[in-house]
């Protein structure tokens, strides 16, 4: 058993347990090793099975900027503490200057203003390396140099930014990137007249929970006149997720046959093909399967899910060979793997459904941010940049879909069991929080070649969803989001 030990600075770091409890340590290429964290005093321990180095990676109070996740640089294990702060800054102006090499060697032109902020976050660091006998003042200096690493950041990444969105319109006359909305089970009646000057793109879920409630009885309705709808107004359709393989994802009535695997296998292939045969022509995007890297469906093992997700890929090629065909991965950062239940990263399980050639055509990464830690993908700008970037090395098509709240009150129509975590974010979670976070990260998301569809994860918190606060509608009443969505859809339109 190996333990990696950090001293958090002062004693009032320790109000911040509940979160630094999730904490994992990563190997070199950020795969995340099971780990338990425990807090004796000022001391943080991080327990794992193996003693090999690793990078801490942490949810870190920074001052004005709430509680990104952030990360050392690579540590090995010894006797004396750690000064946290410290390696946590020695890390992330590692990963900055890093960064800031690669887009300089690609042509990139660094902003002087970044210069200037890197050199004053530098001076800090130092200082603070020097003070390392004094933990307290060291820590002061350290958590100083982490908000000036955080600006440099900023700067870094607006620049790229700015950078590749001039390019982008240089190549091409509208932005090639769909921008798309879950329906869910909202009427089109009910979606605003204003929908189409935001959306030129529609997820439409087709629920199995809700079109076969009870076996062998279907109800389409809501969903032929969402495709209906769609088509007529000229906006582009994606069907499904078809499948979810997490609890509670699919018709209560299939546990009665959960011990059985293969005629599971068939009622799962026959739902696919019904689906997928109704809206044939109608339905150009098809996302089969959502979660099975994450999920724990029927307590199923890693390959019995690998092995279903591709099965059902198969049905739908062979019914509609024309369309692209997608799965949903959950929280692609892979953080969940520190909770020591799955062996499989994100990546592995992406690139065994490709081997399997059963005509996997493109990724969708699933985000959610400012939620309970476990279920948070809150990451600086910058590491944001440096997922996609990795998840577009598939040579995939690449699509996501973010979620993040205007509230952190309890949501009673929400699916999901996660709270909102209110200090996560540089500002409380409300309403013009949620539409300021649109503002800081989708034009990242479409300044990035690989990301050819952008989407919300739903539209109305009013009726049954997945995320807590995170629809752009409530109450009959658009939220500010709406407005920043579609503002910026007209800038680069």
Known sequence: MGIMRFDLGTSDMSQHFPRFEHAFITNYDGVAYPTRVRCEGQELQCIRQKSDSGKLNIAWPVAGLGTPILRTSSLIERELPYNLPLELARGQLSELRDQAASWSHAGMLIPDDYHQTHRRAYKLFVQASFNQDEPA??????????????????????????????VRRQRFAHPPALFGCDLGPVLPNQLPENFTDT?????????????????????WDVYDQQVDWALR???????????????GDLPNWLENWKH???????????????????????????????????GGL???????????????????RQVDGESQIYVRVDQPWGDYQARGKHRLTPWHVVDALLRSGMGLT???????????????DNRRLLRFSKLLDTWGSFGLPLQVTIACPSSAKDDTRAKLACRVAENSWREPWSDLAQA???????????????????????????????????GLSAE?????????LARHRRQEG
């Open 476 to 484: 009959g009443h658009s939220k500010s989001a709406l407005e920043h």
């Open 137 to 166: 003042e060291a820590a002061r200096l350290a958590n100083e140099s982490l908000v000036e690493i955080c600006r440099a950041e900023d700067l870094l990444a607006h620049a790229y930014i700015s950078q590749r969105m001039q």
């Open 260 to 294: 059985d695997i293969l005629n599971l296998q068939s009622f799962l292939s026959d739902y696919v093909e019904t689906a997928v045969s109704r809206y044939t022509g109608k339905v150009r995007m098809w996302e089969v399967a959502a979660r099975m890297n994450t």
């Open 298 to 316: 029927f307590g199923y093992t890693e390959e019995n899910l690998l092995a279903l997700t591709a099965r059902m890929i198969d049905v739908a």
């Open 199 to 219: 959306f030129n793109a529609a997820a439409v879920t087709l629920d199995w929970k809700a079109i076969e409630s009870v076996e062998g009885e279907y109800s």
């Open 362 to 376: 493109g990724i969708n990464l699933e985000m959610a941010v400012g939620y309970e830690m476990g279920r948070n």
């Open 233 to 247: 107004n000229k906006v582009m359709v994606k069907g499904g997720p078809l499948l979810g393989f997490q609890e």
């Open 436 to 470: 300021r976070w649109v503002d800081e990260y989708l034009p990242m998301l479409m300044a990035k070649q690989s990301v050819t569809g952008i989407f919300w994860s739903h539209f109305d918190d009013s009726l049954p969803h997945r995320f807590p606060h995170a």
